[in-house]
């Protein structure tokens, strides 16, 4: 179900509801996509397991705009990048990764990818001209979008395959990716964003899961049992400034950066703290 509230008296402005549509509601394992705003639009893909669209609704109205239903949804989240001066949606569906004319959900190009379990996750990462993707067992790629004889190009620049992103979508700090990989049961990691050389890497056993944000020269993580880290964005190895412990519960949801505040949802609370 996709609500739309009016944020200052949170009163329901529309709704949609897909289960009509589609057998599925949601990939196998739960909704996990963030909307994505531009232009005045909504886009995000609905569906479920083989069925679904990456659609785009009027933001005041929830209508659709136009949608793309070559592929049901994975658990990543879109985003919005300009290559020669078209503006697409790139994400990974179920079984690709995908670009999508912003203007009229017209699929510009694709890269067949599937993990394990098709557990399609992480969010790509757009560095200069050319977009970083991951995903369980599959190591770390990056590839140069173009155009040749009217047709959009995907071509590969670099790869890495002694690191790979499982949950948990890695954040840029300059020229620096930084992010916790699967391998050696959770490590924090540092990869060149141009080259995919990998600079350093903890010794492993950091936890579960850990989201990334960065903010300034410092990288924040906090992992699935709420530990918040605080550590500088250093390409020499991982040097911790600060630990905290924020919830009661485990945290699996983003925080967000407010100000000088960031929001925690755990499992059974939502709180903000300063930021200092």
């Not at 879109?78 to 959900?105: C, H, M, N, W």
């Amino acid at each position: 179900i996709l609500s739309c509230y009016d944020a200052e008296n949170g009163k329901l402005r529309w709704r949609r509801e897909f289960a009509s549509q589609y057998s599925d509601t949601s990939p196998l394992y739960g909704n996990a996509t963030s909307p994505l705003v531009e232009q005045g639009l909504l886009i995000t893909h609905v569906g479920g397991h083989d069925s679904g669209a990456l659609t785009a609704f009027d933001l005041e109205t929830g209508k659709t705009v136009w949608s793309w239903n070559g592929d049901g949804p994975s658990y990543a989240s879109p985003i919005i990048v300009d290559f020669g001066g078209v503006r697409q949606i790139v994400t990974q569906s179920q079984k690709y990764l995908i670009g999508v004319s912003l203007a009229e959900g017209r699929l510009l190009w694709s890269i067949p990818f599937t993990t394990a379990y098709e557990q399609n996750i992480i969010t790509p990462v757009v560095y200069k001209q050319t977009v970083i993707f991951s995903g369980l067992g599959k190591g770390v790629m990056a590839i140069k979008l173009g155009q040749s004889g009217g047709k959009w190009t995907a071509d590969k620049v670099w790869e890495n395959s002694d690191v790979s992103f499982y949950m948990s979508t890695p954040a840029l700090s300059g020229n620096l990716l930084l992010g916790m990989s699967n391998r050696n049961r959770g490590c924090f990691v540092a990869l060149d964003a141009g080259t995919g050389k990998t600079l350093w890497a903890t010794n492993g056993r950091e936890g579960d899961n850990a989201a990334v944000l960065t903010s300034g020269d410092k990288l924040l993580l906090l992992t699935s049992d709420a530990e918040l880290i605080v550590a500088k964005s250093s390409s020499t190895g991982f040097e911790p400034l600060r630990r905290y412990t924020v919830a009661k519960s485990p945290t699996w949801a983003h925080p967000v950066l407010v100000g000088k505040h960031i929001l925690v949802k755990d499992a059974e609370t939502l709180t903000l703290w300063s930021v200092d």
